[in-house]
């Protein structure tokens, strides 16, 4: 069974720091291309982050990029997100999601981080 399992989320202050697990299983994980989305309450879905299935390339959206980083430890099968410098707008549902070419092969319940300012 595919499962993507999210944690680590919780309540920071603003400029505060959290780090995001999402623990993958039932899939071979290297394979996969991985990838990091929010949504806000009343806000669509927005991509966060992304790393290449080996880890050397990474991608930022333009919202996180110098504050956040994407990561990943394939011998442990678990991606993460370690974000600094939160800000209240950083507030959102966290998701992880495995990516095949440009589909969604599985995502994650998600982890609710919510800054406070």
């Known amino acids: 069974q595919v499962q993507l399992v999210e944690s680590g989320g919780g309540l920071a202050q603003s400029g505060g720091s959290l780090k995001l697990s999402c623990a993958a299983s039932?899939?071979?994980?290297?394979?996969?291309?991985m990838s990091w989305f929010r949504q806000a309450p009343g806000k669509g879905l927005e991509w966060v982050a992304s790393?290449?299935?080996?880890?050397?390339?990474?991608f930022y959206g333009n919202s996180v990029k110098g504050r956040f980083t994407i990561s990943r430890d394939n011998a442990k099968n678990t991606l993460y997100l370690e974000m600094n410098s939160l800000k209240p707008d950083d507030t959102a549902l966290y998701y992880c999601?495995?990516?095949?070419?440009?589909?969604?092969?599985?995502r994650g319940q998600g982890t609710q981080v919510t800054v406070s300012s």
């Open positions: 039932g899939f071979t994980f290297s394979r996969y291309q």
């Open positions: 790393i290449y299935q080996d880890g050397t390339e990474t």
């Open positions: 999601a495995a990516l095949d070419g440009l589909s969604t092969m599985a």
